[in-house]
Every structure is written in C-alpha cells, then in structure tokens.
C-alpha cells in the first residue's frame, strides 16, 4: 500500500528493504533494557508512568514478535518537475 501510494503521488521507488527483523530485535531489547532499569526509572518518573511504558514497550515487541506489524526502508525519488507547454 504504501508504495501504491507512492507511485500515486509521482515517486519512483528506487529501493524497498524490509526492516522486520531488525525492529523485531530491537524492540525486543528496548524492552528488556526498559525492564532491567526498573528502580533507577520508577526514582526519576514515578511507578505510573513506568508501568505505562513498560506496557507500551512490552505492546509494540509482541506486535513485532506477533508478525502483526512489520518495517520497511522505501528510497524514492520524485521526477524533477517539466515546465507546462503554456510557459
């Protein structure tokens, strides 16, 4: 969908690369890390804002452990603009 819509718009898809696995790993250790500093976070912001972290970060790995979600790097060009006939 997204490169339809690209193309819609006047882009040239030059490259796609899936990131899948690359933001599957690394929101799982984002969460892991968010985790294991548990004490020092809850002393800086407070139990209620690290449980709604943790449950927001715990949220987006099991998306990506899920397959629910997914990333993709697009490199598009848009073609230089041609001067109108009425010009």
């Known amino acids: 969908e997204y490169l339809e819509q690209l193309n819609r718009a006047g882009f040239d898809i030059v490259t796609t690369t899936d990131l899948t696995s690359d933001w599957k790993d690394f929101t799982r250790r984002r969460a892991e890390q968010f985790l294991q500093r548990r004490d020092e976070l809850i002393g800086i912001h407070g139990a209620d804002l690290f449980d709604r972290l943790s ?24 073609p230089p603009l041609r001067p109108s006939a009425s010009a």
């Open 55 to 78: 449950f927001f970060y715990r949220s987006i790995e099991q998306l990506f452990q899920g397959k629910h979600v997914g990333g993709i790097r697009i490199l598009a060009r848009k």
